[in-house]
């Protein structure tokens, strides 16, 4: 019974902290300037966020159950590789509907040959 009240308490303060952490991003989503800049708060911190929340839940379920639970690192390895390619996706698709628009962007790197 009083390792379940430890766990617990661990679970909860790690839940918090990923809260804080997507609140943070969500602060960051309001107070920059252009979507450019507030694309960085969000991928970073949803990715950070959810790996708080597999190790709360590994936690919580080792805990509960006795043994070592480690299931849900493969919905953290699943987010961070999704996450990064989602935000290049979406930077590609800005540029290029600013290029289209005819908007002032900056030029592409010069491929190294």
Not at 4 to 9: D, I, K, R, S, V
């Amino acid at each position: 019974m009083i390792a379940a009240n430890w766990t617990e308490w661990i679970v909860a303060g790690l839940l918090l902290a990923s809260g804080t952490t997507v609140f943070v991003a969500a602060l960051g989503l309001v107070r920059l300037a252009d979507f450019f800049t507030r694309m960085h708060a969000p991928a970073l911190a949803s990715t950070l966020a959810a790996w708080i929340v597999a190790l709360a839940s590994i936690i919580h379920f080792t805990g509960s159950e006795g043994s070592l639970a480690l299931h849900t690192w493969l919905v953290v390895i699943v987010l961070s590789i999704t996450a990064p390619v989602t935000t290049i996706v979406l930077a590609r698709a800005a540029l290029f509907r600013q290029r289209r628009a005819g908007e002032s962007v900056s030029r592409p790197l010069a491929r190294m040959e």
